[in-house]
């Protein structure tokens, strides 16, 4: 489809969301301006992200949606808010955005049709089928952590002793990716996904362009490699699911295969992970919340969970572009504009969700919307991410119930909410 280009005759909102520097504060201060703009009463038109690493011309800025209602709405009509062109904020290049479409930057029918392929592999039952598996996983990553502590005269960095390596273990059981390969796949999705990586700074912009896109591109090598090898050695995996899988009497392509191993175990990998870090230095600055919960562990953990997954929000934004023009609640939106729903914000909506600036582990019921606002985007793994919260915070509230979390070091960027290290302590 093709998309009018937008005009730079509408006034910017002054609430600034499109500086690096705002990017580059914490939740509660990004929570100051998201405040400010839900009192707006629709969405808010903002000009272009700055010091993109890809600069598009007729790039003239973005609404966005930070109220909790606004956010759902979008969420829902997919057919006026599509996402062929992109989900995310910043700007990708044309290669990387066709090597990493994916379910994800589908619209109907073929999302539909993809949909109904791979959800079968993220229903209820599935999930508890291997939930041995995700337990186990559990145990390991923390008889790592407490080790690495001891080694460490007290201290470890949590998330590349703990909060990265599970959900890194749990995706790639399911997907088939044996061991020693899965880390070169982590190491690389750092990178596609850290657009502030420390690996990358210094780089010029077309540095930083190659960069992301040889990681992106080794990802999906991976993905179709390993589909060949399945298609000759059969395995109980979901890489041999998607290499046999047929829509429409059509085998899925080696690119399908790639893009959707890379939003799996990018997905996967980062929601989780940023769930746990923001979860265990929430219990480390609520201590009565983790009082609260160490009184009745198995009895209040999935209520937590669901708290902890709020509190972090782990992905921040997603973009969709106006298919046609539309009046928004006032808001005249042209065809081909930015719509991005800012979910930190939506989470925070005091009109939606009582006392949102409080971290309660016993809210109930708590609407947050960090798996989406329904829709036919709505995230297939979040029965997935609960099952290995519930397990990571089991163990480690049952082996270390007194592990406290120092400050984070917080990775700038606009689509996940990265914990990039943090250290813990017994």
């Not at 508890?128 to 952590?145: E, G, S």
């Not at 060949?228 to 899925?252: C, M, Y």
Request: contains cysteine; aromatic residues 8%.
């Amino acid at each position: 489809m093709t998309f009018a280009s937008g005009t730079p005759d509408r006034p910017y909102d002054p609430v600034d969301l499109s500086s690096t520097a705002f990017w580059s504060t914490t939740m509660d201060e990004r929570e100051r301006a998201f405040s400010q703009l839900r009192k707006r009463g629709t969405l808010t038109w903002h000009r272009p992200l700055e010091d993109q690493v890809y600069e598009v011309p007729d790039d003239y800025g973005f609404w966005a949606a930070t109220t909790y209602d606004d956010v759902v709405e979008i969420t829902k009509r997919s057919g006026d808010f599509i996402s062929e062109a992109g989900i995310l904020l910043e700007n990708l290049t044309p290669e990387i955005l066709e090597i990493s479409t994916s379910i994800i930057q589908m619209d109907p029918p073929r999302h539909t049709s993809m949909r109904r392929l791979v959800s079968a592999a993220f229903t209820p039952k599935q999930i508890k089928r291997i939930n041995d598996r995700i337990t186990a996983n559990a145990r390991t990553v923390v008889d790592n952590l407490l080790a690495k502590i001891d080694e460490g005269g007290g201290s470890a960095d949590f998330v590349a002793e703990c909060a990265q390596l599970l959900p890194m273990h749990n995706i790639n059981d399911m997907m088939g990716v044996p061991d020693g390969l899965r880390q070169q796949v982590t190491a690389e999705l750092n990178i596609a996904n850290g657009w502030g990586d420390s690996e990358l700074a210094g780089m010029t912009k077309d540095q930083v362009v190659d960069r992301i896109y040889q990681a992106v591109r080794h990802v999906n090598d991976v993905a179709v490699s390993l589909a060949a090898e399945r298609r000759d050695d059969p395995q109980n995996d979901l890489i041999t699911a998607l290499a046999q899988a047929e829509i429409d009497g059509e085998r899925l392509t080696d690119k399908e295969i790639g893009s959707f191993f890379l939003l799996m175990v990018s997905a996967g990998n980062d929601t989780t992970r940023q769930s746990t870090s923001h979860g265990l230095r929430a219990l480390t600055t609520h201590p009565e919340q983790r009082e609260w919960l160490l009184e009745d562990l198995e009895g209040r953990i999935s209520t937590a969970v669901e708290e902890f997954v709020r509190w972090a929000t782990p992905i921040m934004t997603f973009r969709r572009t106006a298919a046609r023009d539309i009046d928004f609640k006032g808001a005249q939106i042209r065809q081909g504009d930015k719509v991005v729903m800012f979910y930190s914000s939506a989470n925070r909506d005091e009109t939606r969700i009582d006392r949102p600036h409080e971290f309660d582990l016993s809210r109930h019921p708590n609407p947050h919307i960090s798996f989406g606002g329904g829709g036919i985007h709505h995230c297939l793994g979040n029965q997935l991410a609960r099952f290995q919260l519930r397990a990571l915070f089991t163990e480690l509230l049952t082996r270390a119930p007194q592990l406290k979390a120092g400050d984070p070091e917080l990775q700038p960027g606009t689509f996940f909410h990265v914990v990039k290290s943090m250290p813990v302590y017994l």
